[in-house]
């Protein structure tokens, strides 16, 4: 049973530095390639961000567990903001790249350990699709609002404004968590033994979703190559993908409480590859449409694959549960993209990522045939 007023707490957090956020995040790949770097660059950044956001997850959840979480959250707000002072003069060197790559990943890890902490907390442990459309709702409602406000200001005015707005805005937002209470745990962090716990299907499922972030992160640098380079077309593009993810809440939003949960995930995925092949051969702005379509398709799958994470968490203590989606999460995303770094075509690069998608689909749709098949025979 969810408690209506940390439900309330988290969604004013949640709205918030959704909107703090996406100012600047919707927009740095191709800020960093507009500003000098090559694409390999920006991609060494992302795989760095990834793979030294490893320990970082197990360090910030080792803190969260001895302080608060929203102390957590706080230290990835000031690395948040120390990235975008750098940003604001940017110098086209490795040693530049390495910092702010090991800034933002502790902004991210800060960030989204205590995040997914106080979900995780707050969720109910069944019929979790629903609650959670409406977090996702408000959360794609405050991108949209990022992408039109924050194109406006990179194009119009500089970063500086928008480091302004976003760290007033991210220091506001953790007021409310601060009222929320939760008992401590006090957990062992014993992460050897509760990784052979975890159920390895997960393993598949989540690495599977976020190698979507990796596209997420490719496909603005290659519109920018292919149909415009400007920030308006980018952040006009999210929103195009938000409001269709809005919509589709509003009309589907209970559609995952059914039980063939699998299926969905299956068929999401599926239709989130078609979508980005067709943004890949298609270089017009009949783009737009595509990504109306893939914005509903990513709903769907955020929906199928969340309802795993929060409805399966009882295998295990919150504190690893968390740790374990984190490390899967950033390990998943820097082991596909070191091999990006010897390719020099973007379709490449995005080809490439399409594939192991699809291996990992194969592999999923294989090991959960066998399981079904065992489970009819015993």
Same mark, same amino acid.
């Given at each position: 049973m969810i408690k209506t007023n940390e439900y309330i707490k988290f969604n004013i957090f949640s709205f918030i530095s959704t909107f703090a956020r996406s100012l600047i995040e919707i927009f740095i790949s191709l800020y960093l390639f507009k500003n000098g770097f090559s694409l390999k660059q920006v991609l060494l950044f992302y795989f760095l961000v990834n793979i030294s956001a490893i320990p970082l997850s197990y360090l910030f959840v080792k803190i969260g567990e001895k302080t608060k979480y929203i102390f957590v959250i706080f230290i990835g707000i000031i690395a948040f903001i120390s990235v975008q002072m750098l940003l604001r003069n940017i110098i086209n060197t490795n040693t530049y790249l390495v910092l702010i790559a090991i800034l933002y990943s502790i902004y991210r890890r800060g960030y989204w350990v205590g995040r997914r902490f106080y979900i995780?907390?707050?969720?109910? #442990?069944?019929?979790?699709? $629903?609650?959670?459309? %409406? %977090?996702?709702?408000? *959360?794609?409602?405050?991108?949209?609002?990022? $992408?039109?406000?924050?194109?406006?200001?990179?194009?119009?005015? *500089?970063? #500086?404004n928008l480091t302004i707005l976003s760290s007033v805005l991210l220091f506001i937002s953790i007021i409310p968590l601060a009222t929320i209470k939760y008992s401590k745990t006090e957990n062992k962090i014993c992460l050897k033994d509760n990784l052979k716990k975890y159920n390895k299907n997960n393993y598949i499922i989540f690495s599977m979703y976020e190698l979507n972030n990796l596209l997420l992160f490719i496909f603005p640098i290659y519109i920018a190559i292919s149909i415009e380079n400007s920030y308006t077309l980018a952040g006009s593009l999210s929103i195009i993908s938000n409001v269709a993810i809005i919509l589709c809440v509003l009309l589907f939003g209970?559609?995952?409480?059914?039980?063939?949960?699998? *299926?969905?995930?299956?068929?999401?995925?599926?239709?989130?590859?078609?979508?980005?092949?067709?943004?890949?051969?298609? *270089?017009?702005?009949?783009?737009?449409?595509?990504?109306f379509i893939e914005g509903i398709v990513t709903k769907l799958q955020n929906q199928s694959v969340n309802k795993i994470y929060?409805?399966?968490?009882?295998?295990?203590?919150? #504190?690893?549960?968390?740790? %374990?989606?984190?490390?899967?999460?950033?390990? $998943?995303?820097?082991?596909?993209?070191?091999?990006?770094?010897?390719?020099?075509? %973007?379709?490449?690069?995005i080809l490439f990522v399409i594939i192991v998608i699809i291996i990992l689909l194969i592999a999923y749709k294989i090991i959960n045939t066998k399981e079904s098949s065992y489970s009819i025979r015993t």
């Open positions: 995780t907390k707050i969720m109910p #442990t069944d019929k979790s699709s $629903g609650v959670f459309s %409406i %977090i996702m709702v408000l *959360s794609q409602i405050a991108s949209i609002l990022a $992408g039109i406000i924050g194109a406006k200001i990179l194009t119009d005015f *500089s970063i #500086t209970k559609i995952l409480n059914l039980k063939k949960n699998k *299926s969905y995930i299956v068929i999401c995925t599926i239709l989130v590859i078609l979508c980005a092949l067709s943004k890949l051969y298609i *270089s017009s702005y009949i783009i737009a449409a595509i990504y929060f409805e399966n968490r009882g295998d295990m203590d919150l #504190t690893h549960y968390n740790l %374990i989606y984190q490390i899967t999460e950033c390990f $998943g995303r820097a082991i596909i993209t070191l091999p990006l770094l010897l390719l020099s075509d %973007i379709r490449q690069m």
